[in-house]
């Protein structure tokens, strides 16, 4: 139980690299064995900076690797179902990036592998491990706001992808609502029932024409009664906006943005301070460390992964109910899309 | 233009009293010549407490009195419409407590004596001259946060009121959400053309019994493209919660609640503060002022009131357009009750 | 016990108008029967707008009227001793503006008449009845910091007064940091024993030339240990900054500035709002009207006034010692200037 | 240039096993060859812990390995002078925690060693490095506040040492305020030409029967005219209290405490959050891993180092005169302890 859990990571992308220097500097109860990417320079480079023994362009490589104990699927979200069927086929515990597919069936098909062969299964929905949602699904859990009555979820992005992304990104719902869909059903501890959607383009037409939205406030019904928001907008000049407030029958609780520091200016015109910490990679540092250790150790003590495989699937189904709403300009039940059992 | 506006004050209740002392003693140009009240002795007292000459029992001793240019409507809802039509054929300016009525032919109804008699007609949305919504407000049209895109308006109650209240109230939506909606048109300046409500009855089951909810989340459609969100509770139990947040292309303005101090405490637990302000007399008493005041001044200078009658009558429109979503469990078109022009 | 109490006002001047409003509008239990002013007509000015029956150019006129049973003294320094000294021969209650005087010798003369005529007088510091300077005081007192170790004051002026005041002033400590003196044994309850002054010319040079410092750093040794700093600039660009720090055994207190709104601003740039309420007139406006309520309220229950004649004494004593420690270089022990006893 | 640089460490204790955790793991461009401490096996955990090839128990097995290029100081104060000088002589290049040590004589004699072999010494004041002190210092320069006037700094510890530490500290001013001594100096960049001091002994009477204070409030006069305060108390119950106010002619600048979370918690009672980050690991850590790097890289780049030998030298200076102005009640120069040149 107390050896080094021995990793290999598929995709040298920005994120790979990421969750690679976590793995390799941050979290000593793992090995880094391999790392691959269909640009092998790209996984060359990020081995010889981190002195990751291998590195293939191949991903097979590691999962035929018998070294190898844990794969992370960092590779484009059209390929995560089947390496998650591959990996689990080959007895590897899996951390895969959100989202593990856009078709349900797909998903399904790879979450029964998973299941028949016995191993782990991780999605990356790091948020759950930010230390302010996290101490506000304590506060929670701790009876600190009583039963929750009304949930509402801000986040918005600093900047739209680039277009060519918009077109193959799944739409705003799958692609960046469902960070927010899975943060909804963590903080209430229930399943949505119910979606309403009002969306337009606000930002820039051009992801319209693109067949996106790139505004919109979704109305969520909880099976506990709980009644929900989240409220999107693909460009916020001001930076990343990342808020949590969640109201109950004994009060209150808001996570509020991060800054890069405390200083308060006062000056002939204003008091002001600095702008929030911009975008995912420096707001949201804590958590891919803390999500990738939880990993670690789920697989090095055999314990329960914190984010499930049916934790990956439900977001997506909510993605489409939400995606239908905004079509059809009424409140869909998830029922209509798929049954969440 | 420089004589003090004489007026007389139609109900002693709790807000009537309120509209009084302030009329009596803060507003140099006004004049309070009389108070009624159905029951003599209460218009009595109010007027021993501010030098008010005369209290009557019935208010057609006001509106009969020639030295009497404008009248203040705080009686009960119901009397609001045939009270607006006496004072108007009596010639008498009007100010008069939201809502008009609940009956919207009888709102037009009196709204077209009001025209024909070319008397002022402002109605009591007093939070539009909050200091911090008029704050937002005046951004906006500096165009501080370019075109707005998002609204979101929270606004609850630290208590529900008595069931016998609740009872004859209208429903939440036209007794409680109605300053909201009003808030929503004011803030972003154009209509709403839908409304989507979501319900529910979660602070204590007596309200339901008595028909109406507690708890909603109203999406609300702009004609202009905006999208909104009204967050209403008849509980919360660390007192009135009232924040607006606008979000646009070009930046976000949020109005927080208001507190008795400034005061931080740092113990061994905790960084605490007091709770806000606990429920509108003290937190819109600067409000009511400002309200009156610009009532005061409109009859003086012979200007337009800045809460018209139209302004009193579409938030009912709304009313009555929440209601049916809720009970439909559709998004429902303002069209569908009531023209807005 | 429950009659009006009748009041004649001394000095018609910035300060004497805003205390003859509060009594004529907003304390019911006062009546103002008379306002004097070297300057006749603008007594007779304040009179007109607040419905005071008499205007006079000679005080003498208030304190030889024996329907008048308390003065309010707000002329200009210099005369406040003797003033007090011929009110209270005449039996009247005295509230009198701070400060008593400059002459140690003429202020004990005049709370010896005081004393002697047994007549309340109330010292016109006012921002003991702030509301969160009043919040610190109580929770001292509630034990919410357990026993006080340090204290920090700091209050700074928007702009330095016109030179030609700035002379005749009494200087800093005797004009602007008395304030802050008093609110030191406010909080602490106990007298300060010695002072070291850090000062300097830094805002103006002209105040330099008058003889006078416009930024200083005041530590104050208090008889029970405390230790405490005033900080006092005559210029801070963003508004008046009025603030206070006590920490403790178990925990700290921090009153904050107050604003005109809550309003929060994100754009591109920064997150900022507005700056603090601008000097004394807006900033300390509840609390000019609380020290009022209390001084008629201690005439008509016949209770100790809540800033003593002493309270006005001492900080003078504390001026002359800080100024002692400023030309001196050194602390200067409050006995080395007068007996506090 | 673009070489690693190659380090040994003397000491393993709490903060010689914090700097080899992040020159092992945080900075790429370092690589620790070896480590040394008098307790060989603290050594050797830390080294098979980091992959650390040596662990020794003489540091002379550093000093002589002629594949060291620097050396990072973290043994007792008592031996950093004589370590720094047989260091120099080997020409390593010195990262040195504070203080040099206690004797001014001894400090100048180390500093002349340095300075003849020529090699880099760097001073471990790592809050120079933090965020929030590193953004005031940035405005500073960048003119945001116009010429500073006075600088408030408050450093609190959440609790005092044991008292056998306490008794060879070598007192409050060298031990705790030492690195307030340091950052009064970094922000405002003049000199301090003279102290006050105020102390007592509020928080155990132990640290007095150990012949020192554990709280105390000291004024600082810059020789650029700008006046000081630090207030320093060995126990706040609130946890570490880390703040600095820089006031200047055309504006002010605030830098608060760190939290661990931005949540913010409405009950009945109160609004609250939790308590600041607790004590210096967790609050400073970013500032501990920015200053190795900053070492790391003048060595590479053969940069001056960012914290200097005289850097490390005057705040020792500052020290004996706050403990000389204490003993005796006065106003102290820096100039009567030693020459600052």
Known sequence: MNSE????????????KLHAQHLALRIPEAKVLAISDIVLEAAQQCADALNIPKAAEDYHEILDNPDVTAVIICSSTDTHAQMIEEAAAAGKHIFCEKPIHFDLALIDQALAVVEKADVKLQIGFNRRFDPNFKRL??????????????????????????????KVSGGIFLDMTIHDFDMARY?????????????????????????DIDTTVITL???NGVIGTIDNSRKAVYGYDQRV????????IQAANN?????LISDARRVHRDLPLNFFMDRYIESYIAE???FITCVREDEMPPVTGMDGRVPVVMGYAA???????????????????
């Open 187 to 211: 903080l209430i501890g229930s399943e949505v029932e119910e979606i309403y959607v009002a969306g337009a383009v606000m930002v820039d037409p051009a992801i319209g024409e693109a067949g």
């Open 323 to 341: 995606r239908k709403s905004y079509t059809e300009g009424r409140p869909v039940k998830l029922s209509e899309i798929a049954s969440l059992a």
């Open 292 to 294: 990738m250790q939880a």
């Open 221 to 223: 019904r909880f099976e």
């Open 245 to 252: 407030e969640v109201f109950g029958s004994a009060g209150m």
């Open 259 to 263: 800054y890069p520091n405390t200083v």
């Open 5 to 16: 859990v021995t990793v290999g990571i598929i995709g040298a992308g920005r994120i790979g």
């Open 137 to 166: 699904y304590d506060l929670i859990r701790e009876d600190a706001i009583g039963q929750p009555h009304l949930l509402h979820i801000i986040s918005r992005d600093p900047t739209p992808p680039p277009i060519a992304y918009v």
